[in-house]
């Protein structure tokens, strides 16, 4: 069995990595990270922690943008696994599932949303959610385990719901 932590939207600036996230990702067989890790100093303290596989996102440094592709396709157990920052804008996951045959993936592991969510049909889409900038829902991470060509996903809820939209604000200045 392979045992796979995915997240998206960690958006630190520093690298710090809230503690459950950071013990959720050492003990895992693999780490995802659908994109926006904002800063190098992030991918840096997950690359430490194992084996990551990461795209990066809108909201990435230059220098991430420059490392790593826009999207990613990864072999487990026989399982494909797509890796993408953009798939879906909301709750219509149409352009997820159209991506997800687009890259002819089992999964499709995406971000930008902020808000956590798996929807299984003919394929799995899961939206990890952010450990940091969660929207409608708590700082989160996602759990697969594949295991004879079989996936279970579920949501790791890693702290609190708070309402995060001074902070969520505050970044979007930065930005502009």
């Not at 050492?26 to 904002?38: M, S």
């Not at 487990?76 to 149409?94: F, N």
């Not at 799995?124 to 959610?129: K, R, S, V």
């Amino acid at each position: 069995m392979t045992r796979i932590i995915a997240l998206s939207d960690t958006h630190l600036q520093d690298g710090l990595l809230p503690p459950a996230v950071a013990l959720l990702a050492k003990n895992a067989d693999i780490i995802l990270h659908a994109g926006d890790f904002v800063s190098f100093q992030c991918y840096s303290a997950l690359t430490a922690l194992g084996r990551l596989e990461a795209v990066h996102g809108n909201s990435d440094c230059p220098e991430l943008k420059m490392l790593l592709p826009e999207r990613k396709v990864i072999e487990v157990e026989g399982v494909r696994i797509g890796l993408v920052h953009m798939a879906s804008h909301g709750s219509d996951l149409m352009g997820a599932e159209m991506m997800a045959r687009e890259m002819d993936v089992q999964v499709l592991i995406f971000g930008h949303i902020h808000r956590p969510l798996i929807e299984k049909g003919k394929l799995l889409l899961i939206c990890p959610g952010s450990t940091t900038l969660p929207r409608m829902s708590a700082p989160c991470v996602a759990e697969l385990e594949i295991e004879d060509g079989n996936v279970r996903g579920s949501i790791i809820p890693v702290g609190s719901p708070a309402c995060n939209y001074l902070k969520f604000a505050g970044e979007l200045a930065r930005k502009s």
